[in-house]
């Protein structure tokens, strides 16, 4: 067993981070060998599984990254943009797979972890997801096939704890959506209007965020004309199916040259 990779989870009591545990614990390819988070956290020093409501597991929440990350073939990180890009270096020293599912990066802090990249092995997606990243491959297609006279509009919906808009996943879907177009997303990008905005402009990608309670994530990319509409959709209704592909992708990446990689990657998409 203990040629397994070892994995790191970063934000031990995050919602995604608890996800995350649960699925490296119950997996047959790979071994959880620490668990991190915040200096001062109540979890720190304690067994994670009994902070879950468990049974113990025997590993031990810290707040050493370096220290755990000296026994880890990969860590998994969907903490927040500071965390990540410390991570990152720490990861890159430790020769480590760093997965990372964090959203509300900078460009700053895309560039940090390109300079990472270099040394390490990076896999970052705003979303971990099959269908997500397929539905990625979907919207690039529709947007080739048609012309501006089908308004491009994403709407994302999410629980009322999450502090970052547009969405990680409504930015890779615009992204899609411009490649697939072949302009600038930086150019045509149109975020939550308000106020007098005037009339549309054409060839903008609308982006709307929903905040509510406790919706895991829902993403519709809408193009509308005159006369019809067409709304490719996706609905998390389960965290899991993040915490699976960020664990797929933690596998993958093992033995992998240094550089930057995407989900479509990890899927062969
Ligand atoms: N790519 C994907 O497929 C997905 C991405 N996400 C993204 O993952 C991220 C986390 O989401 P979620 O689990 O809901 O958020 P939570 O707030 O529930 O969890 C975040 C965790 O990270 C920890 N953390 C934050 N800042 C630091 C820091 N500076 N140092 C150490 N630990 C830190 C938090 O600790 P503390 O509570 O002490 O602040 C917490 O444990 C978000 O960016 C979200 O958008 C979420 C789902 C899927
Ligand atoms: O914060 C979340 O919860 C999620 N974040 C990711 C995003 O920003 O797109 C992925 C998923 O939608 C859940």
């Known amino acids: 067993m203990s040629e397994l990779p070892g994995i790191v989870v970063m934000g031990a009591s995050g919602r995604m981070g608890q996800m995350l545990i649960k699925e490296v614990l119950a997996s047959d390819k790979a071994r ?8 001062g956290h109540d979890w720190v020093g304690r067994d994670v599984g009994e902070c879950m409501g468990g049974q113990p597991v025997g590993v031990m929440v810290s707040d050493d990254a370096l220290e755990t ?9 969907f903490t927040a943009p500071a965390a990540t890009v410390d991570m990152a270096e720490i990861a890159a020293q430790a020769r480590a797979v760093h997965v990372i599912g964090t959203t509300g990066l900078t460009e700053e802090d895309i560039e940090k972890l ?16 099959l269908g997500v990243n397929l539905l990625t491959q979907l919207t690039k297609k529709v947007a080739a096939a048609l012309d501006e006279d089908y308004d491009i509009e994403i709407i994302e919906s999410h629980h009322h704890h999450k502090v970052d808009a547009p969405s990680g996943t409504a930015l890779m879907l615009g992204e899609a959506a411009a490649e697939g177009r072949g302009v600038d ?26 905040r509510g309670g406790d919706i895991v994530g829902e993403h519709d990319v809408l193009f509308a004309a005159n006369g019809e509409r067409i709304t490719l959709r996706h609905v998390a209704s389960d965290r899991t ?9 933690a ?16 899927l062969g998409l």
């Open 69 to 77: 990350m000296a026994k880890a073939q990969a860590v998994i990180d």
């Open 185 to 210: 997303l930086t150019e045509v990008s149109d975020r939550g209007r308000d106020g007098i905005t005037g009339a549309r402009k054409r060839g903008d990608i609308g982006f709307h965020a929903i």
């Open 241 to 249: 199916v993040f915490a699976r592909g960020a664990l797929k992708a």
């Open 251 to 266: 596998l993958w990446g093992q033995g992998k040259k240094p550089g930057e990689y995407t989900m479509l990657d990890v």
């Open 114 to 129: 390109s300079l990472a990249g270099r040394h390490a092995t990076i896999i970052r997606a705003g979303n971990m997801s």
């Open 32 to 39: 959880l060998v620490g668990v991190l988070d915040r200096p």
